[in-house]
């Protein structure tokens, strides 16, 4: 599956940026929008031109206002923007002219070798459209003079940010054969969860930390581990470490980490703190493993401070249980970095939730449970209708997907799709791996017209 170039909008307060995103991203946002459990914000959005989808980042909603100067709030989103961009938009306000904050940000991205798209913004008709040419000063290349607002030149800056990403992926190498047999493992979590403690742990080799001065980045980093006769590659989204003065919403982050690295994952690790209940972006970054379909574990990690007999840990799991209900599936793992607690177990149930999500049924498998399923239970007729299930088989694994046709999918009511996937997994397990129920349309002679 393709990986979606991320886009990054930066530039200060005011400029225009959200009402940007919001042009761009139109009315198909939120790329969490149908989990369930996850709730959404503005931030995260799908767009897509001519052809190509890309996934938008607002990084005026990665910096909470308070406890960070204004400069340096800036400075830190652009930061992000470099950092885990494709492609950076940088609006600029053309009412206001070039700013000193805007010279900074324009320095950095000029450093970063990133390709930027320079958006002179509110140059809602000609004569406003006429300051634009002041930012050229800026040493960033083209101006594109235009109206978020209004949607003036919306269009002209999308064909050339889709030409900048067309090249930047026609630039990128392809992978190697020998990382293709190796198992791809990211540990996804919030800030402090443990990722960077797991990976150093099960790789037992210290990877050098970057010293924490301002800006200083890193990007997620593979580390190959061999373990259970298997390779893996094991992708720690903790990456960039940054002083705490910094006022970057890291949760939010963490989020933007998971997505990217999800993209190109079969197992991922949900890192929890055994001491803590599962928290909003928890549950959006279970969420979102679970639509991009990988396999998942959820790794409870620090359990050298939650024993595994204790009435702590029975509440823990309980507070998993709830809050992450809609990923029942996913096995608990409880580990410890610190101790080394349950890491030896770790191959196995990786190479169990990978071999569930690599499974595939043969239709006859298929059709004998459908037959037992319909015999047993018939689904509800819905305003009168009746709905018929025909046939089913398993189309694709990585993960199982399933289609059913039946006579009337409208009138397949969602308990009942429920119903199916329930006791899919109840005769078949695929415990680790999500799985998926398309229901296609298929009439026979004598069927009523719907
Ligand atoms: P952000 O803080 O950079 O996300 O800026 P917003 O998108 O919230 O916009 C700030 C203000 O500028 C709002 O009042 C918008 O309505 C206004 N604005 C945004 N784009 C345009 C534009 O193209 N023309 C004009 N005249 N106003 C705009
Ligand atoms: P990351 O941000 O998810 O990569 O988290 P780190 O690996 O940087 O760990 C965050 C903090 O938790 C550090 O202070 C670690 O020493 C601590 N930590 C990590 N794993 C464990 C563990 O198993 N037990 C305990 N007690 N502390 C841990």
């Known amino acids: 599956m ?117 958006a002179a913004n509110k140059a809602d008709g000609p004569a406003a459209a006429l300051g634009a040419s002041e930012f050229y000063e800026l040493g960033l290349g083209e101006v594109h003079a235009l109206s978020a607002q209004h949607g003036r030149n919306v269009g002209e800056l999308l064909d050339d940010l889709t030409a900048v990403l067309r090249a930047r992926a026609a630039g990128v190498e392809p992978e190697d054969d020998q990382s293709e047999e190796a198992i791809r493992v990211a540990l996804v979590g919030r800030p402090n969860a443990g990722k960077s403690s797991l990976v150093n742990q099960l790789v037992k080799e210290e990877r050098m930390l970057v010293d924490d001065a301002p800006g200083t980045t890193r990007d997620p980093v593979d580390s190959p581990w061999e373990a259970a006769g298997q390779r893996f590659v094991l992708v720690d989204t903790a990456g960039m470490r940054r002083k705490r003065s910094i006022a970057l919403d890291m949760e939010k982050l963490a989020v933007l980490k998971a997505m990217r690295a999800l993209e190109r994952t079969d197992v991922a690790c949900l890192v929890l703190d055994a001491g803590e209940t599962p928290s909003d972006q928890d549950a959006r970054i279970a969420g979102l493993a679970a639509q991009n379909g990988r396999a998942m574990l959820l790794l409870v990690n620090k359990m050298d401070l939650v024993p595994e007999g204790s009435q702590r840990w029975k509440e823990q799991r309980q507070a998993i249980a709830e809050r992450l209900r809609f990923v029942s599936w996913a096995p608990v793992v409880p580990v410890s970095a610190r101790s080394g607690y349950g890491l030896g177990a770790l191959p196995k149930a990786l190479l169990e939730a990978h071999g569930q999500w690599d499974r595939r049924l043969s239709t006859a498998v298929v059709n004998r449970f459908l037959e037992d399923v319909v015999s047993a239970h018939h689904p509800a007729a819905h305003q009168g209708r009746e709905v018929k299930l025909y046939y089913a088989s398993q189309v694709s694994s990585r993960p199982p997907t399933f289609v059913f046709s039946v006579n009337n999918p409208e009138a397949l009511q969602e308990s009942s799709r429920r119903y199916l996937a329930n006791r899919l997994r109840e005769a078949f397990g695929f415990e680790g791996t999500p799985i998926r129920l398309v229901f296609r349309r298929r009439r026979r002679r004598g069927d009523s017209e719907p």
């Open 2 to 118: 393709g990986v979606k170039p991320v886009v990054c909008i930066v530039g200060r307060p005011n400029v225009g940026k959200s009402t940007l995103f919001n042009r761009l991203v139109g009315s198909r946002l939120a790329i969490v929008q149908d989990e369930p459990g996850v709730t959404r914000d503005r931030l995260y959005g799908a767009g897509d031109w001519d052809g190509l989808e890309f996934v938008l980042v607002d990084t005026g909603g990665l910096t909470p206002s308070i406890d960070a100067t204004l400069a340096r709030s800036i400075l830190a989103q652009a930061r992000v923007g470099i950092e885990e961009a494709d492609a950076i938009l940088f609006v600029l306000d053309v009412r206001e002219g070039i700013t000193g904050e805007d010279r900074d940000v324009a320095a950095l991205l000029r450093q970063s070798g990133k390709p930027v798209l320079l």
